[in-house]
């Protein structure tokens, strides 16, 4: 995640230049950003929590004491998962919202 992150804001690190110089908050450009890795974590989600739920199914059916998988897992992980992107997002957002718009417009 962190990774991507750093990647899509030294790719867009114009854009948040332009927005910068044109009076856009730092909230703001975190928020147009966010909304994006919001998107990527709601399809991985959607993707992992089927696959996950028959993996942990299929391990728990060979114990002889077994138990059942509750919906609040994997509501628990959306949370998790929200919350690290936030936190990686808003951090690298911030550094990249916060430098100097001249410089990310200088460089060719």
């Known amino acids: 995640m962190v990774g991507l992150v750093s990647f899509i804001t030294e790719r867009r690190s114009k854009e948040i230049g332009i927005r910068k110089i044109l009076g856009a908050s730092v909230p ?11 998107l990527l974590v709601v399809i991985a989600n959607l993707i992992a929590w089927p696959l996950a739920y028959f993996a942990m199914n299929g391990w728990l059916r060979d114990f002889a004491y077994r138990i059942s998988i509750n919906w609040w897992i994997f509501m628990l992980a959306v949370v998790f998962t929200f919350g690290i992107a936030f936190l990686t997002v808003s951090h690298k957002v911030i550094r990249a919202a916060t430098a100097n718009p001249v410089d990310s417009l200088r460089y060719e």
């Open 28 to 38: 703001h450009i975190v928020l147009i950003l966010l909304k994006e890795f919001a």
